[in-house]
């Protein structure tokens, strides 16, 4: 069984300004993926990163970037130049290879943005 | 394609009454999950599709919840008499997937169910 686990339920930032959501994870899988996903408020939840575990290099996507601590079991998000519409639940998320469960997911964190 | 389309978007019921919610993926993901997500929690994985074979249910899945996905194609959740516990979001979400790899799930917007 997987679990992922996000110790912060909410965390603020100024705009402009850069914010890192942390997430540990365990699986007993070799092979594996993890996401970090974005829910609005009242809005569907869409894909923002993801990372291969078999790669070493950190997955970036514009001004999202993880870093990958695989040995620590640690996938975090780094959201740079942070802008109101960032505002959103985030949440952490694994799939092993097997993928019978789809994807485990953390308990999220509230992203609030101050202008 | 407009995405993953879930109806109704919200659905208020009475405890003991039944509701069946609908799920349309995108056209062609061969994957389909149900995930049910209550206030302040991360999604919970409730069963999946592979085409319009159900492989795998969750134990979160009591035997008043049933899913079908008839032609591979859309999918129905149907709660039979509901308890307010089961009040909660509930996500769809497909996926195009083969063999292994990243399985990308794109997510509809939910149906949320408020069991008075």
């Known amino acids: 069984a997987q679990t992922v686990t996000q110790s912060q339920p909410e965390m603020s930032v100024q705009e402009a300004e850069t914010v890192t959501l942390s997430c540990t994870y365990d699986t007993s899988e070799s092979d594996y993926y993890l996401f970090w996903y974005k829910q609005p408020p009242s809005r569907q939840m869409i894909l923002v990163i993801r990372q291969e575990a078999y790669k070493q290099q950190n997955a970036t996507e514009n001004r999202f970037s993880v870093n990958f601590q695989k040995a620590a079991k640690s996938f975090s998000l780094k959201i740079s130049d942070s802008q109101l519409g960032d505002a959103a639940m985030y949440f952490c998320?694994?799939?092993?290879?097997?993928?019978?469960?789809?994807?485990?997911f953390g308990k999220g964190t509230h992203l609030i943005i101050q202008p | 394609d407009t995405g993953v389309s879930q109806n109704p978007r919200h659905k208020i019921t009475k405890r003991g009454q039944n509701v069946t919610f609908r799920c349309d993926p995108i056209s062609e993901h061969n994957r389909l999950y149900w995930y049910r997500q209550t206030l302040g929690q991360g999604p919970e994985f409730l069963t999946y599709?592979?085409?319009?074979?159900?492989?795998?249910k969750s134990r979160l899945l009591s035997d008043r919840f049933s899913a079908e996905r008839p032609k591979g194609s859309f999918s129905t959740l149907e709660i039979q008499r509901t308890e307010q516990g089961d009040s909660a979001m509930y996500l769809c979400a497909s996926s195009f997937q083969t063999g292994s790899g990243a399985n990308v799930l794109t997510f509809g917007a939910g149906s949320r169910l408020t069991v008075l």
């Open positions: 599709f592979q085409n319009e074979a159900q492989l795998e």
């Open positions: 998320a694994s799939y092993s290879g097997g993928g019978a469960d789809g994807l485990t």
